[in-house]
């Protein structure tokens, strides 16, 4: 086949394949402005999903630390209950002694103040007696 020839089966002439390879960059230029837009809004995404975590982690440690805190808590205020009651049943005990040793050295009172009058009594009954 000579040239001739090749261009009269040719159905696509020279300026539309030159206007379709335009249209093509055109849609090309399109394309890689929308991947860059897309890699920056990637790039957008990423800062701020690395933000959001350090976030987290801080927040995760924050309530890490607050846990750990209300067991220190926790244990002192049942360390102070103990103590607390330590010291409450052995002020009872005390304060019981105490009652009791009263009581006794009351009766112990009682008693000599019986056993003096008794005594006044006996002395005056013999004086008189004697007389």
């Known amino acids: 086949m000579d040239m001739l020839s090749a261009s009269t089966y040719c159905p696509i002439s020279l300026s539309d394949l030159i206007d379709k390879c335009a249209g093509l960059e055109n849609g090309a230029t399109v394309r890689d402005r929308e991947v860059s837009t897309l890699k920056t809004e990637l790039s957008s995404a990423k800062t701020e999903f690395s933000r959001k975590s350090q976030e987290v982690d801080r927040v995760e440690a924050k ?20 103590n607390f009651e330590a010291t409450k049943l052995n002020l009872e005990k005390k304060l019981k002694e105490q009652v009791k040793k009263r009581n006794c ?27």
């Open 63 to 82: 309530a890490s630390q607050l846990e750990q805190r209300i067991k220190e808590l926790q244990q002192d205020h049942e360390c102070q209950r103990h």
């Open 105 to 131: 050295v009351k009766d112990c009172s009682y008693s000599s103040d019986v056993f003096f009058r008794r005594e006044i009594m006996e002395v005056k009954l013999a004086r008189c007696n004697q007389n």
